[in-house]
């Protein structure tokens, strides 16, 4: 299987975030791609580098003022102060509910919060150019699958699954599994499929086509009750209007062991299968690793070539986006795992 990635995923690397009220470095860093890559080069699989350009499938994911913000947030920030460059910004202020959503204010931190579903996605002075590097390696990942590939396993970070319309959380600022699967369907396949196996809900990704169909969302994750993103992600989001019937999440409990995490993957194939999809995006968290630091599923390391095993089997072309993963130094061997459970099958 082929690889592609970013060469700019480390211009993102903010120093710390704030995780059960502490200043702790970031679990979403650089060393987690560079440890993938380094074990897909060990393994011998070949790696290319992003070619294409997302500019014209991000503004049919996201909005154009959503796009703007991000572009434009480093700079708007360090023109505030002359120290702001040795500073990350961060939200203290959300329009919810009864608060007005659509007047962008002019105060930065209250636009930080206007475009911030949390305070959990540090900005730094190369969050844009990572993240839109992200989005061109998604693109020409689906570029090599549309023209011939069989499979693509798209290498890059920062993360995009909780990235929504025109919001950034979780430590996305644009939705990389979203953007493949609108450049897939741009460029001829009728309907795809997203599974996401990241332990924590794909809300921005479900956001996105929740109200269509010819996309098929799927998602297998901690249950929202007690995990993050908490406030989305339940059995009976479903779809709405044309999309009715075309959302499918399937939460499990903190702890969920490894036979009953298989079986909803299971029932998340067989509805791929009624689907009939031209082709198969994965939304690849590694984040239910048995040692990850903050989630809490158990799949051990031999479990993810399972994975790779049962997606096979649905024989659609596949195109793999990097998500979540957090034991770092497991990260290479096990995301690796999935691709050659995959290629082996």
């Not at 979203?178 to 460029?187: D, G, K, V």
């Not at 036979?259 to 998340?268: G, K």
């Not at 040692?291 to 994975?307: G, N, V, W």
């Not at 790779?308 to 061997?333: S, V």
Request: one cysteine or more.
């Amino acid at each position: 299987m082929i690889s592609v990635i970013s060469q700019h995923h480390t211009a993102h690397n903010p120093a710390f975030e704030f995780y059960r009220g502490e200043k702790v470095p970031c679990f979403e860093s650089p060393q987690r791609l560079e440890f993938v890559i380094q074990a897909l080069q060990a393994r011998g699989h070949e790696i290319k580098i992003a070619e294409q350009q997302a500019d014209s499938i991000l503004t049919t994911i996201h909005s154009h003022r959503y796009l703007q913000f991000l572009a434009s947030a480093w700079d708007q920030w360090t023109a505030l102060a002359a120290d702001n460059a040795d500073k990350q910004p961060f939200p203290s202020v959300w329009p919810i509910r009864s608060l007005r959503s659509d007047i962008e204010p002019d105060n930065f931190i209250a636009r930080l919060g206007f475009y911030s579903m949390d305070n959990g996605t540090p900005l730094a002075a190369g969050s844009w150019t990572a993240a839109k590097a992200g989005a061109d390696a998604a693109v020409s990942a689906a570029d090599l699958l549309s023209n011939g590939h069989s499979s693509v396993f798209c290498a890059t970070r920062p993360p995009g699954h909780h990235a929504g319309p025109d919001f950034m959380g979780g430590y996305c600022f644009l939705n990389n599994a979203a953007i493949a699967a609108q450049s897939l369907r741009h460029q001829g396949c009728q309907r795809v499929a997203i599974i996401d196996v990241d332990y924590h809900h794909g809300n921005g990704t479900q956001t996105i086509f929740y109200d269509r169909a010819d996309v098929l969302y799927i998602s297998l994750h901690g249950d929202p009750v007690t995990e993050y993103p908490f406030y989305l992600g339940h059995a009976d989001e479903t779809g709405r209007g044309a999309g009715q019937g075309y959302n499918l999440n399937l939460p499990m409990a903190a702890g969920t062991d490894t036979v009953t995490w298989f079986a909803a993957l299971d029932t998340a194939c067989r509805q791929v299968l009624r689907f009939k999809p031209d082709a198969l995006v994965i939304s690849l968290g590694m984040d239910t690793f048995a040692d990850d630091p903050i989630s809490q599923f158990t799949l051990q390391s031999d479990d993810f070539y399972r994975i790779g095993k049962h997606l096979a089997a649905l024989r659609l072309p596949t195109l793999f986006i990097m998500e979540g993963g957090y034991a770092t130094a497991a990260l290479g061997n096990n995301t690796v795992n999935v691709l050659e459970g995959f290629d082996n099958a």
